[in-house]
């Protein structure tokens, strides 16, 4: 501690009292700055009301002027078939609109994304042996007359008409052709493919029968027919250019153009399955499954099994080739079942007849496979509501990208179709609700098997070709750069069809 003593610590004063006069004025200078602030406050809320005011106003002028001087907003836009302006394509969906009645194929632009422009189809101007010089020849066989004028002439109804059809909906006019996916271009340099309307299919059935080995020459030869055909096209200048793989080629009965499929292998073929081709030469990657023509009229009635008394039905050829040799086996085992219905016949109007009336009061039909996996019957079956029961193991079916088979047919793997009893057992379990439902889904599926539908079977085939075109482009520049040369086995551009077999849905 030092020395120094500590001072006394005071205690703190309060300031010293103001005099009256020195209050007065103290209190004046205060309310004077009070009154300054309040003023100031008061400048700036009015300037702060007079800038929104501004704003608002600005705001309603632009409201205004967007409202009564943009087209896409005008009046004239609020009818009843109103085209929403590109901002607002989000606020209503197409279905939406749909449902409201407000959507149509005009207003379809202003919806980004949800419209691609059609394809664009040549159809090859071929010389005339090729299409209605067939169908003069098939008349000729069958004791028809020469005519002037050979496109007078009527294809013949037969399964696989297709040709037919896609050729008579490309000659229409485009007026005629509204909500087609494909429009046909006259300049091929506008053209994503090219189509070649060779009627391949009738050509093997222009001959009555075959002709006796005695015979030097037959009257009709589809297989110059086919050489001709593609002698021809690789002649022409857009062939050359990729190949054939942009161009489309139908071969709907399973042998037409045997003889040169694998000059056309390249090209996009539309068949009706894979039974008579190699993996080189058709894939479902590539290629197309075609419904078969239905022969039997269309079932228009009420959905219901009171009616349908037939547990079982089939009519058609008993012998058959290939994997078809089950049907007789079937035959076997299902011909003395009582409430089912297995008939050995022909195609002929009488036995038509026959099948249109079975068809259309069973409740199943049966389908095996022909000489090949498929059959013309499932496509009988669809349209008379008769719920397909499906025996054959590699089939391959058309717009399986649109339809879930397994709800409107029953498929039944061969080993377990041909055990005794199972088949029909199975069928007698489905309960009447089941078969409802079936009935149900066959009927909202069916136009994609009616060629003679406004938007039926060919618009859809026609759908499935213009999904093609990607693919097409891919394997056209992947081609461009690779060195040509032989092969023992076939590249990756080949994707095999159908190779696990079927197991049964039941």
């Known amino acids: 501690m030092s020395g120094r003593p500590h001072a006394k610590r005071s205690k703190p004063t309060s300031p010293p009292p103001l005099s009256s006069s020195n209050a007065f004025q103290n209190q004046t200078q205060t309310q004077t700055q009070t009154l300054t602030l309040i003023s100031g406050m008061a400048r700036k809320s009015s300037l702060l009301k007079q800038t929104l005011a501004t704003i608002l106003i600005i705001l309603i002028v632009y409201a205004l002027l967007n409202t009564f001087l943009s087209p896409a907003n005008s009046f004239s836009s609020f009818s009843s078939k109103t085209t929403l302006p590109f901002n607002y394509a989000n606020s209503a969906s197409i279905d939406e609109l749909s449902r409201r009645g407000e959507f149509s194929r005009e207003n379809m632009q202003n919806f980004p994304g949800k419209s691609a422009p059609r394809l664009k189809v040549y159809l090859y101007d071929l010389p005339r042996r090729f299409t209605h010089g067939v169908i003069e020849h098939h008349s000729m066989a069958r004791g028809g007359r020469p005519v002037d004028d050979v496109t007078l002439l009527k294809y ?3 399964q696989h008409m297709a040709e037919w ?3 008579s909906d490309l000659i229409r006019p485009e007026s005629e052709r509204v909500g087609s996916p494909v429009v046909r271009v006259l300049d091929p340099d506008e053209a994503d493919l090219f189509y070649v309307p060779y009627f391949s299919s009738l050509s093997l059935i222009v001959n009555p029968a075959r002709p006796s080995q005695d015979r030097a020459r037959a009257l009709y030869s589809d297989e110059e027919n086919q050489d001709a055909l593609v002698d021809w096209l690789e002649e022409q200048e857009y062939w050359k250019k990729n190949n054939g793989r942009d161009h489309v080629i139908i071969a709907q009965d399973p042998n037409a153009l045997y003889r040169a499929i694998d000059r056309i292998k390249n090209s996009i073929l539309l068949v009706s399955d894979f039974g008579r081709l190699k993996m080189d030469q058709a894939s479902l990657v590539k290629d197309l499954i075609l419904p078969y023509s239905h022969r039997i009229s269309t079932y228009n009635g009420d959905l219901g099994v009171d ?4 547990t079982l039905f089939f009519m ?3 012998y058959r080739k290939e994997g078809g040799k089950i049907r007789d086996l079937l035959f076997q085992l299902l011909e003395n079942e009582e409430d089912v219905i297995v008939r050995h016949g022909t195609q002929s109007r009488e036995n038509r007849r026959a099948a249109t009336r079975g068809m259309h009061t069973s409740k199943f ?3 095996p496979a022909g000489d090949t996996p498929s059959a013309c019957r499932l496509f009988d079956s669809i349209v008379s509501l008769c719920v397909p029961v499906i025996v054959s193991d590699k089939i391959e079916l ?5 339809i879930d088979y397994r709800k409107i047919a029953i498929f039944v793997d061969t080993a377990s179709a041909l055990k005794p009893g199972f088949l029909i057992s199975t069928l007698r379990s489905v309960t009447s609700e089941s078969i409802l439902e079936y009935q149900r889904e066959l009927k909202e599926v069916k136009h994609y098997f009616e060629y003679g539908q406004p938007n039926g079977t060919v618009n859809e085939i026609w ?7 990607p693919l097409i482009k891919l394997m056209i520049n992947r081609e461009k750069r690779l060195v040509r040369r032989e092969q023992t086995e076939p590249d990756c551009s080949c994707v095999c069809s159908n190779q696990s077999g079927t197991d049964t849905t039941l």
Request: charged share 30%.
């Open 156 to 158: 013949p109804g037969h």
């Open 165 to 167: 059809y896609l050729f």
């Open 307 to 310: 009616k349908r008394k037939t």
């Open 316 to 318: 058609g050829a008993r």
């Open 365 to 367: 039909c049966l389908n």
């Open 398 to 402: 058309p717009f399986e990208d649109v």
């Open 463 to 469: 759908r499935q070709v213009s999904q093609k075109l």
